[in-house]
């Protein structure tokens, strides 16, 4: 009989195993059918406005149309490609399945370098075999699976260092394009020559760190600089990342556990907080603190709204009572005002209570890795309605459970495994791990730059299929190490 090892270590398996993938792939059109992304309609409605020259989806609404701030020209870019190719939302979930199942290869491809290249690529295709949340994706018009293949392959371009120039252009070029679907790449070149400046400058040595100075630069010059620039000619500023969005996102972050099943009219309208399995505060509790955030933006908006302008006063009622599925897009005064005043009262919040901040952080940390069993909402309350109050229900039946639970299992197992088989392999053996070190730094860096704001488990998906990569390396190491004690003997 065939043991695990000798079915890990054979081709045939390889071949099994991407069978099953593409498979998976293909029955995630049936699986998700009917199903949308929330902020489809505006990733739509942008590349819409791109293929008229201008980056808004108020072409046609008004005259002139107020531009984009709250999001990057990239995702939108990749849309009106993946439309000219394929043709509609169908198009673009083709294309995004496709490049899923590339970047599998590509992986893939990386690990046959390991000495037990072939048990480690059967491994990492094993294990990505039930993370559904990368299927889900592949059928969203969300931007997670596309940044999950420029940063996979922005990593795996740098491996193990960018130590010559076409690399490290390469590897910048790459990372830039991350950055212009989603700016949250803004500090990660920087991120990874300090890490290595700091900890690591005498096993690296001088030529790297130049090296990966030649990639800040790269991506400093194709990415945030580019944009910087278009946010001074169209907005009046010269900011590298959006003008709106950091400082709410972090509010809704911070209010988050403790308004469970209600949600907002302020900013982003008809958001809502979620609620956790076990929720952190009692239904009195967050009628309190539903009451003490409609205070606060009453302040917020008492303060800004000397900062509207003419425009603002006639446009946002309109979009508000007419485009109910698309974000009110502001002047740029305003939503500068808007930021400031939001995160003055974030500061606040922390400085008033340090220790749910805190709390509330660490939790956010666990929980950008797994999927939440949330109940489903019945009645979500979006402004004081009397005694109104959210109304949660519980799954009926094995099969509602299941579609709660199934997600939740898989990502807290998958993910809570890999971190303690990480931590365990590089504390016993970390020689390796320093050639792999880019696979590291992008997760980390991933997950802290998150936690800061509101929990959003598909906000780690970008780094899921790197660290089910580590994963699989570890694991082929300790195989291989393994067998040298067992020849040995």
């Known amino acids: 009989m065939r043991t695990l090892r000798e079915i890990l270590g054979s081709h045939t398996t390889t071949i099994v195993l991407l069978a099953l993938h593409a498979l998976a792939v293909l029955s995630s059109l049936w699986v998700f059918q ?18 008229q020259g201008r980056f808004t989806y108020w072409i046609g609404t008004f005259d002139p149309p107020p ?85 996979t392959s922005a990593v795996l371009a740098a491996l193990p260092a960018p130590d010559r120039p076409p690399r490290a252009i390469i590897v910048g070029v790459l990372l830039a394009a991350g950055f212009w679907v989603r700016p949250v790449l803004l500090l990660f070149p920087l991120f990874v020559w300090l890490m290595d400046q700091v900890f690591l400058r005498a096993r690296v040595g001088r030529r790297v760190l130049r090296m990966e100075l030649l990639v800040l630069l790269v991506f400093s010059a194709t990415g945030p600089l580019p944009f910087a620039l278009w946010n001074l000619k169209t907005h009046g500023v010269f900011k590298p990342v959006p003008i709106s969005g950091s400082g709410v996102i972090s509010n809704m972050g911070i209010w988050q556990m403790r308004l469970p099943g209600y949600g907002t009219m302020h900013y982003f309208r008809y958001s809502f907080f979620g609620r956790e399995l076990l929720p952190w505060v009692g239904p009195d509790a967050a009628e309190g603190y539903y009451t003490l955030y409609q205070e606060q933006w009453q302040r917020i908006d008492s303060l800004t709204a000397p900062a509207m302008t003419p425009e603002d006063r006639e446009r946002i009622p309109i ?171």
């Open 67 to 151: 531009m984009e701030t709250y999001r990057t020209q990239g995702y939108p870019a990749f849309i009106l490609l993946a439309r000219s190719l394929a043709g509609g939302v169908l198009g673009i979930k083709l294309v995004q399945m496709a490049i899923y199942l590339g970047l599998l290869m590509l992986v893939l491809r990386a690990l046959r370098r390991h000495v037990h290249g072939v048990r480690a690529g059967n491994l990492f295709l094993l294990f990505m075999l039930p993370q559904f949340q990368m299927l889900y994706y592949t059928q969203m018009v969300f931007p997670e699976l596309l940044m999950a293949v420029l940063c």
């Open 319 to 489: 979009m508000i009572a007419e485009h109910p599925r698309l974000f009110v897009t502001r002047s740029a005064p305003y939503t500068i005002a808007l930021d400031k005043a939001i995160t003055r009262e974030n500061i606040k919040m922390i400085a008033d209570d340090p220790g749910y901040f805190l709390l509330s952080r660490l939790y956010t940390a666990i929980r950008l890795w797994v999927t939440s069993p949330s109940p489903p909402m019945e009645k979500i309350v979006y402004r004081p309605e009397g005694d109104l109050r959210p109304i949660a229900r519980l799954p009926h039946g094995i099969t509602a459970w299941a579609k709660v639970l199934a997600p939740f299992l898989i990502t807290g197992l998958t993910f809570g495994a890999a971190f303690v088989v990480l931590l365990r392999r590089i504390v016993r053996r970390y020689g390796p791990w320093l050639d792999r070190r880019w696979i590291l730094y992008m997760v980390l860096y991933i997950w802290m730059i998150h936690i800061p704001m509101a929990i959003q488990s598909r906000y780690t998906v970008p780094v899921h299929v790197l660290l089910i990569m580590a994963v699989a390396l570890a694991l082929a190491d300790g195989g291989a190490s393994r067998a040298t004690r067992s020849t040995d003997a």
């Open 34 to 51: 009917g199903m949308s992304a929330s902020d489809q309609p505006t990733y739509m409605g942008l590349a819409d406005g791109l293929a």
